[in-house]
C-alpha cells in the first residue's frame, strides 16, 4: 500500500505563487512517474503536470511556463511551482504516484481571489 500525503495549498491573490508539496509513503515500492492533476468546480479533472524518475517532464499546454513539477527520488516527493496563478487555476489539486497502480492523494485546495 502506498501512502501520499500533500501540502502547500490555500488562498492567494492573482500573479502570486504556490508551491505543493506531496510525499509517498509504504513499503518496499519503487515510485514511476508521479504528477498532479487539478479538477475545478463543475469539471473534469485534468492533468496539471508530470515527472518521470528519470525527470522526463509533461505539462498541460495552457500551463507550460508558469508551473514547474519536480521531484526528490530520495524521499518520493513530488513538487508543484505554481506562479503568476489566475482565478481559473482555481482548483482541488491532486497528486499521484504511478507504482504497480496509481495512487491518488487526498487534494488539496488551490483559491486564486483577490
Known amino acids: 500500500q502506498v501512502r501520499l500525503v500533500e501540502s502547500g495549498g490555500g488562498l492567494v491573490q492573482p500573479g502570486g505563487s504556490l508551491r505543493l508539496s506531496c510525499a509517498a509513503s509504504?513499503?518496499?515500492?519503487?515510485?514511476?512517474?508521479m504528477g498532479w492533476y487539478r479538477q475545478a468546480p463543475g469539471a473534469q479533472r485534468e492533468l496539471v503536470a508530470s515527472?518521470?524518475?528519470?525527470?522526463?517532464?509533461n505539462y498541460a499546454d495552457s500551463l507550460k511556463g508558469r508551473f514547474t513539477i519536480s521531484r526528490d527520488n530520495a524521499t518520493n516527493t513530488v513538487y508543484l511551482q505554481m506562479n503568476s496563478l489566475k482565478p481559473e487555476d482555481t482548483a482541488v489539486y491532486y497528486c499521484y504516484v504511478l507504482v504497480w497502480r496509481i495512487y491518488w492523494g487526498q487534494g488539496t485546495q488551490v483559491t486564486v481571489s483577490s
Open positions: 515527472v518521470s524518475t528519470g525527470g522526463s517532464t
Open positions: 509504504g513499503s518496499s515500492f519503487s515510485a514511476n512517474v
